[in-house]
């Protein structure tokens, strides 16, 4: 009995029942035992009711100790769900990024020149077209702004505790599903058209602006729960910090509100 109690910890599946199929059949014998009480007025039979009490004890541990077993098979199981919806996770986001890859990202054997971030391997000047305008961002009325993508040298500069184990390709599909809200949120708001809808969420985008923030972009957490498929939990407010130190948005907060302004 002892030796079971002792390896019960390190038993395999078919182990486990076999000392399940064991406690089962010394119930039984219990129970057939105990239907013989009236031996217990014979003074030659005292000794078996307590060797029955014995082993009722003894019984009693061992489901004690296949119960604990039971709750660390069941947690290890939990833990191993939740590590395989985070790997999902890490997928749809690789294979979303892979889709989606923007022009300006850089390739293998391409030089890390990403975005507006300057040429540090570059020695001689720059010739810059002549017809090239000064504000690049001053467009049409009905142009709708994003997010510029992280670059390789801002990830690099953001802080190892602020990083986690957030990659550069993970937090650039985060800032591509930010965009994808902003495009969402504000080609609603240029349509002439809605159907009920769409009306109503024409409304609350209305609803939502301020003075504060008269010819910005932003967007809130419903608009992201809306038009894309991020979660806002605890690793969306770590991605939401790099985007302010990198200063790719501000927050604005009024009315119960949070705005994630773009920069």
């Known amino acids: ?60 541990g061992l489901l004690d100790q296949f119960e604990k077993c039971i709750g660390r098979q069941r947690d290890l199981l939990t833990h191993l769900k939740e590590l395989e919806e985070f790997f999902k996770e890490d997928v749809r986001n690789g294979k979303h990024l892979k889709d989606n890859m923007p022009t300006h990202m850089p390739r293998k054997g391409q030089p890390l020149v990403i975005g507006e971030a300057p040429a540090l391997c570059q020695t001689g000047p720059v010739d810059t077209p002549p017809s090239q305008p000064e504000n690049p961002r001053k467009t049409s009325k009905n142009h709708i702004r994003e997010m510029p993508f992280i670059t390789i040298t801002e990830f690099e500069n953001i802080p190892q505790y602020m990083k986690g184990r957030m990659s550069f390709d993970q937090l650039n599909a985060a800032v591509q599903s930010l965009n994808s809200a902003v495009t969402g949120k504000y080609k609603i708001l240029q ?3 809605m159907n009920n809808a769409t009306r109503k969420l024409h409304q609350r985008f209305k609803d939502e602006e301020t003075k504060d923030t008269k010819g910005q972009h932003f967007v809130v957490e419903a608009d992201i729960k809306e038009f894309t498929q991020l979660k806002v939990d605890k690793r969306f407010q770590g991605i939401l910090n790099m985007l302010r130190h990198c200063q790719r948005l501000r927050e604005l907060r009024g009315g119960g509100i949070t705005r994630y302004v773009l920069l």
Do not use: F, W, Y
């Open 191 to 193: 349509q002439k058209t």
């Open 1 to 60: 009995m002892c030796i079971l109690s002792q390896t019960l910890g390190t038993m395999s599946h078919c182990e486990l029942e076999a000392v399940t199929q064991h406690i089962n059949d010394r119930i039984v014998a219990i129970r057939r035992v105990l239907e013989l009480r009236i031996i217990a007025k014979d003074v030659e039979k005292g000794p078996i009711l307590r060797k029955i009490g014995q082993g009722i004890v003894a019984t009693d």
